[in-house]
């Protein structure tokens, strides 16, 4: 069976390549495709233990088989941080990459009647990260898992509260110091529901959803943050 594997973030950085190709057996399942990338690319190998598969745009366990024909990537962690009418259509999920995260956008896609408070993460890129001056940021994403996973994260939220909506934008690409990379807004009857929600939402977006950003300093170094 043959397999073309995806590369994001740092392990795409170490081969300088987006993907790789593996020959597997049929039935192989997913820690033998590991097992065979850490063997074949072997520079991958300290890193693949922290790394989890999306087969098809969904998180699989190591004892999923793999069937032929289908999408694979290896994730590494995610980034997240360390220490009027529109123009265009609203969504709840966007990933946007031409034009800056508006906070009037993804509040209008959670007000509604039944709204009594709407509470709103905004996470700007800062000046100054692990002992260095930044530059600027570069984000990246496994776009279609991305949004998918934003999705099912919403709706997970949503579900967990009555009258909670939730409405998560990221921003792609490069950003320079005081953008907003992200934000997140949560609606709900009550200040303390949309409260709980936001925060749950922007946590667990940090943990699953595959986007990674790179900090470059003035300095020339550059580093993939892999990991909340």
Known sequence: ?????????????????????????????????????????PDLSASLSVCRVAVDHEFVAADHVIAEGSEVAVIPPVSGGHDGPAAYPLAAYQLIKDRPLALADVVAAVAHAGAGGIDIFVGNVRDRSRGHDI???????????????????????????????????????????????????ASAPHRAEAFAACRAAIERLKQDVPIWKREVATDGHAWVVQGP
Do not use: K
């Open 135 to 185: 530059a600027r940021l570069e984000y990246e994403a496994y776009e279609p898992m991305a949004l998918r996973v934003m999705q099912q994260i919403g709706a997970a939220v949503e579900a967990e509260t009555p009258g909670v909506r939730v409405a998560i934008h990221h921003r792609l690409g490069v950003l320079q110091i005081g953008d907003s990379a992200v934000i997140v807004a």
């Open 1 to 41: 069976m043959h397999l073309r594997v995806l590369l994001f973030a740092g392990l795409r950085e170490r081969l300088r390549r987006d993907s790789v190709d593996l020959e597997l057996p049929a039935g192989a399942r997913v820690r033998d495709l590991l097992a065979t990338l850490a063997r074949e690319q």
